[in-house]
Nanobody
Framework: QVQLVESGGGLVQPGGSLRLSCAAS????????MGWYRQVPGKERELVAV???????NYAGFVKGRFTVSRDNAKNTVYLQMNSLKARDTAVYYC?????????????WGQGTQVTVSS
């Protein structure tokens, strides 16, 4: 099993910044990627940003230039620096870890952290 502990969500004004963190622990083997997704009520969960162990990144179009995903492989931690936040960025943000074991691929989700952008 893998445990994911997220932190850093909260309330911020439009134009402000937040930094999310997610630390993974447990049976972490052959981890391929770590990243962030978000979800608002009534909508499907959507990709925000993902980073591989080699540092390759993939961003959703709506966050390019505003958000930056990074990771500390030694600490098994992924970060999401969010700048120039907008009201439509309000959502629950979920950490995701994906990799593979001998038995096959695995994927784990964090419990989610609320980000609210409002004046």
């Amino acid at each position: 099993q893998v445990q994911l502990v997220e932190s850093g969500g909260g309330l911020v004004q439009p134009g402000g910044s937040l930094r999310l963190s997610c630390a993974a622990s447990g049976s972490i083997v052959n981890m391929k990627s770590m990243g962030w997704y978000r979800q608002v009520p009534g909508k499907e969960r959507e990709l925000v940003a993902v980073i591989t162990t080699r540092g390759e990144t993939n961003y959703a179009g709506f966050v390019k230039g505003r958000f930056t995903v990074s990771r500390d492989n030694a600490k098994n931690t992924v970060y999401l620096q969010m700048n120039s936040l907008k009201a439509r960025d309000t959502a629950v943000y979920y950490c995701n870890v994906a990799g593979f074991r001998l038995a096959g691929p695995y994927e784990y989700w964090g419990q989610g952290t609320q980000v609210t952008v409002s004046s």
